[in-house]
């Protein structure tokens, strides 16, 4: 599929872009790999790393449409990975999330509706399920753009799909490279913000594995969700420390105990398949409705029940400490 293709991720010298570049390269020949981000510094370290003759390198913000437009000429796919992220920092920052979150992501649609993108990706996360937070509800909103983008295309023009998955194992930021600093600097207790708290869990290249294969399966509409294990932070407290002490500091603004990826709300519009689930459009497209219970790839699924919610805290697959240590050990 990506043989000979031009392909762009905005926010590509983050965590997913590094590990879906050094995916393609190792496994594709594609003609061209953008990475579109703002960050000059990251770009350079990155050439440093990635110097194959189809990469190329563009500064620029996905709240400049007209960079946008620049960047995606000739262009064949599109992951769009560009984000502000930190939940208490949107808290305190929610006009920046709404310019690069909501914004950017109707800047992205535009230029790829504008240059005849083939198929778009964007990262979503399951903070924008029943969100409580600024970032869950701009990456909500987010969805419903990208979503709703296929009928603005039309026929002839770009499909665009989401994904949606919970806590990316050794993600820059999150909370395992932060325990690991923690513990390297001889911290005695691990902070923790509640004891009850759970998190879907993914690692890094499940999920890069899990986007790839769904630009093969969609039609155009769909949020994928993977499915995933759970874990228990206190069981994360440890695997990494070795033992049970911890430091209760309390809930961050905007945090929630629990994660759902698929809303009750959602029900009836959610498809069941053997590893992940889809949520389909609420709206009817230009083309009339789409059958999303057999996919591209002709994998069939079915409607789940009309209470039936993807939980975090009611998952059936949690993780054991044992398992995340082996994790761990893995350095993801």
């Known amino acids: 599929m990506f043989d000979n293709k031009h392909i762009l991720i905005t926010g590509g010298t983050g965590s997913f872009g590094k590990r879906f570049i050094r995916y393609i390269l190792d496994n594709h020949t594609p ?16 050439q440093q790393e990635f ?94 753009l990208f979503v709703a983008a296929n009928n603005i295309a039309g026929a002839d023009g770009p499909r665009f799909a989401v994904v949606r998955y919970g806590n990316v194992v050794g ?38 594995m ?23 932070i206190l069981d994360l407290v440890e695997a990494m420390s070795g033992k049970k002490d911890y430091e209760l500091i309390g809930i961050r603004p905007g945090e929630k105990l629990h994660e759902v990826m698929v809303p009750e709300e959602m029900a009836h519009h959610s ?3 053997e590893d992940h689930f889809v949520i389909t459009p609420a709206i009817v497209f230009f083309e009339g409705k789409l059958e999303y219970n057999v996919n591209r790839l002709g994998e069939k699924g079915q409607v789940v029940t009309d209470k039936f919610e993807y939980h975090s805290g009611t998952n059936p697959h949690f993780l054991s400490v044992e398992e995340l240590i082996a994790l761990d050990k893995q350095k993801l």
């Open 31 to 46: 003609a061209r790999l953008i990475v579109f981000s703002r960050d000059e510094l990251k770009q350079f370290e990155m």
């Open 51 to 144: 110097n194959h003759k189809a990469m190329r390198y563009f500064i620029g913000d996905v709240r400049d449409k007209e960079r946008l437009l620049t960047a995606t000429k000739n262009v064949d796919f599109v992951i769009h990975a560009a984000a502000l992220k930190q939940v208490p920092a949107a808290e305190y920052n929610p006009n920046e999330c709404i310019k690069t979150n909501i914004n950017g992501a109707q800047n992205v649609i535009d230029a790829c509706i504008a240059n005849g993108v083939n198929k778009v990706i964007a990262l979503s996360t399951d903070k924008a399920a029943n969100p409580v937070n600024l970032y869950g509800a701009t990456k909500l909103a987010s969805d419903k």
């Open 271 to 273: 498809i069941e398949f």
């Open 171 to 208: 993600s820059r930021g999150s909370v395992v490279p932060y325990y690991r600093k923690l513990l390297a600097e001889g911290i005695k207790k691990l902070p923790v913000t509640h004891e009850e708290m759970t998190r879907f869990w993914i690692t890094l290249d499940e999920g890069v």
């Open 210 to 232: 899990f986007v790839i294969k769904n630009f093969a399966r969609m039609q155009g509409g769909e949020i994928f969700i993977p499915k995933i294990p759970s874990i228990r």
